[in-house]
């Protein structure tokens, strides 16, 4: 490794709920490392991806998707997004679905006006557009609010464009050593992927306000205990309500919900798993700031410990 030329920098993706920044950051991890649904909001903290070749690491930021949040637990997400763009970032990726209305960026624009790094407009769903002229029009509109440094057309979940687009965040990133171990894939360990993917499944599963109202909390995690792998979780809801609707009738959700969560986990860890799932009702957790804390998404006041 050439330490003089060698460049290591954070390449922050945001944009709206369903833009498709996780597909794009599962493409430069090469894995499945972020969850990735069809509905908004299945990203809640920041995720990192670390991509290197030999004289650069790209640490890739996947960012809760944009929004004004309406109880505690989407603030905690907004904050996410607000110190990834304005703290931590050496680009950002500003990620469009250009089947989307424009319109509806104009928060996140106001907030990447007051962005020091270089941006870049990232157009995704480009596969779903047969008129070309809207790409470049919207280009144009976003160009007049924000200093794009370049533009990308891709296909996030068609892997088009995703490798020219990579080679350029590492042309704007400083010179710099490495921030993690060489192979390191990302900063989060197995327990907190576990529970990431038992969530996804909620989100494919289960419909209305059900996949926003739970949070999942690994309770047991080990390895190679007489050769078997072991996973508890609990899946907090918040009202009583909402306990037989995660259980179904006979059982027969959560056991759906247990046997694809421990495929899932299994695809991702590379080994056999025994997943177990229990239902706990914990009254408004998205509101409760004690809650936020004990479950990750704030950080406790150290006043309070």
């Not at 495929?263 to 590379?270: I, P, Y």
Request: aromatic share 10%; proline share 4%.
């Amino acid at each position: 490794m050439d330490e003089k030329h060698f460049k290591s920098g954070f390449a922050v993706l945001a944009g709206l709920p369903n833009a498709g920044k996780s597909t794009l950051l599962n493409q430069v991890a090469g894995g499945l490392l972020s969850a990735v649904t069809h509905k908004p909001q299945t990203t809640r903290q920041n995720i990192l991806a670390i991509a290197e070749g030999e004289n650069y690491q790209v640490v890739f930021v996947d960012t809760p998707g944009f929004l004004t949040p309406k109880y505690k637990l989407q603030q905690t997400m907004a904050d996410c997004v607000d110190r990834a763009v304005q703290e931590e970032a050496d680009v950002v990726l500003f990620m469009l679905d250009v089947t989307a209305d424009y319109a509806d960026n104009a928060k996140l624009i106001a907030k990447l006006k007051k962005v020091f790094c270089p941006i870049l407009l990232v157009l995704n769903k480009i596969d779903l557009v047969k008129d070309k002229a809207v790409l470049a029009s919207l280009e144009e509109q976003v160009k007049k609010e924000l200093p794009i440094k370049q533009t990308f057309h891709i296909s996030a979940a068609k892997s088009t464009g995703i490798d020219a687009l990579k080679k350029a965040v590492v042309n704007y990133l400083p010179t710099s050593p490495a921030y993690f171990p060489a192979g390191q894939w990302t900063d989060r360990w197995e327990r907190f992927y576990a529970a990431e993917f038992i969530r996804e499944q909620i989100f494919l599963l289960y419909q209305q306000e059900i996949p926003y109202s739970t949070y999942v909390e690994v309770e047991k995690f080990t390895e190679n205990l007489g050769n078997k792998n072991f996973i508890r979780a609990n899946i907090h809801v918040e009202r009583e309500s909402q306990k037989p609707i995660i259980i179904g009738k006979g059982g027969s959700m959560i056991k759906q919900l247990r046997e694809r969560s421990q495929k899932r986990v299994e695809e991702f860890l590379g080994k056999k798993y025994r997943v177990e799932l229990n239902v706990v009702v914990s009254p408004d957790w998205r509101n409760n700031k004690a809650m936020l804390e004990q479950f990750g998404y704030i950080d406790k006041d150290p006043r309070e410990m």
